[in-house]
């Protein structure tokens, strides 16, 4: 599985983005998806996943109520909508395939080559 992920910009605090995340491959439908951000100087942390079974969805807290991830089997795309965005959630966001439904950086089994997303004050 290949994954490109797009979307990534500049943008005030409280404003919104929608990240791509465009797979090629098979079986992209059996894969659990997920996003994960980096911010200059941090490991990288997990933001969002979906699975592939069911459209199950986890959220870090710090996004629950803001952040939207949705998967599209028949685009092979899965989606991040961010609102309300804020300056904290600035960082090179990055999306994963994964065989099982996890919230570890060492649990994604492929990536995507990130998409910057910086909030300004």
């Known amino acids: 599985v290949q994954l490109q992920a797009s979307g990534g910009g500049l943008v005030q605090a409280g404003g919104s983005l929608r990240l791509s995340c465009q797979a090629s491959?098979?079986?992209?439908?059996?894969?659990?998806m997920g996003w994960f951000r980096q911010a200059p100087g941090k490991e990288r942390e997990f933001v969002a996943a979906i699975r592939w079974s069911d459209f199950y969805t986890l959220y870090t807290d710090s996004v629950k109520g803001r952040f939207t991830i949705s998967k599209d089997n028949a685009k092979n795309t899965v989606y991040l909508q961010m609102n309300s965005l804020k300056p904290k959630d600035t960082a090179v966001y990055y999306c994963?395939?994964?065989?099982?439904?996890?919230?570890?950086?060492?649990?994604?089994?492929?990536w995507g080559q990130g998409t910057l997303v910086t909030v300004s004050s």
């Open positions: 491959g098979r079986a992209f439908s059996s894969y659990n």
């Open positions: 994963a395939a994964s065989f099982v439904m996890g919230t570890r950086v060492d649990e994604a089994n492929y």
